[in-house]
């Protein structure tokens, strides 16, 4: 566990701070690809007694038992029984401040999962960490609608189901979808043509950019009923200037 002390150690000798920390990145994806090692795989049961035992203690005795603590880190399908499992437990529970959820299996999972693990663990954050459009990038995709709908629903579904906030993993990629650290290329909001050095702002960046516009740091999600929302994706907040903002998603 030395190695984590000196990860942070490293990093405030460059006077740069984290504010949080995940205890593994999709533990339940233990897979290895040619040269590259995608995760450690870990059961909910190896992650509770490891963030009890050894991650939990060695960041408080380092100095930096502020960090807020995520487990999970991963898909929503296997929630809320991951948390469950490692929030079960006193010792683990008192270490971990939130549980982060990756976008992969949004389209095939309910969010109530979402609002489980909020009233199972009320005084635990949930934030989405990671998404991703994970196909190769080509000419068709530019300025594909669609794309940048599949983020606008699952920013909506996770904001109106308890999740504080939604990230996305590559803003920026070339016209051949890297560079990643995987031999798998992506896709990206904005693309970078590196040829004729100009960069392409696609549908998704726009729907983050919406977002992060009208919906500021520190708003609070209020209550929002339709008597007939006709197929339309909504949520409304309340700004930190006391200001109610809807956002309305019609596909």
């Not at 909020?118 to 991703?132: D, G, R, V």
């Amino acid at each position: 566990m030395s190695l984590v002390r000196r990860y942070f150690d490293a990093y405030a000798a460059e006077n740069v701070s984290f504010w949080g920390v995940t205890a593994q990145n999709e533990p339940t994806q233990g897979d290895v690809i040619p040269s590259v090692i995608i995760t450690m795989g870990w059961t909910a049961e190896e992650q509770r007694d490891w963030v009890a035992q050894h991650l939990g203690p060695t960041l408080q005795q380092a100095g930096y038992g502020d960090l807020a603590l995520m487990i999970f880190d991963d898909n929503r399908v296997f929630l809320p029984g991951w948390a469950d499992t490692v929030l079960a437990d006193e010792t683990a529970e008192r270490y971990v401040t939130g549980v982060a959820v990756h976008y992969y299996t949004d389209t095939s999972v309910d969010p109530s999962v979402l609002t489980e693990t909020h009233e199972h663990f009320p005084n635990k954050f949930i934030l989405y960490t990671e998404a991703c459009d994970l196909h190769q990038i080509v000419d068709s995709d530019l300025g594909n609608w669609e794309k940048g709908e599949l983020y606008g629903t699952s920013i909506i579904q996770a904001l109106t189901h308890w999740s504080g906030g939604w990230t996305d993993w590559n803003m920026v990629l070339d016209t051949q979808g890297g560079p990643t650290w995987s031999p798998k290329p992506y896709n990206a909001p904005i693309i970078a043509n590196l040829t004729s050095d100009e960069f392409y702002k696609q549908p998704s960046y726009y729907f983050l950019a919406h977002f992060s516009s009208f919906i500021p740091p520190g708003s609070k999600r209020v209550g929002l009923t339709t008597e007939d929302a006709r197929g339309l994706e909504y949520a409304a907040f309340l700004t930190p200037e006391d200001r109610i903002v809807v956002t309305i998603q019609n596909k």
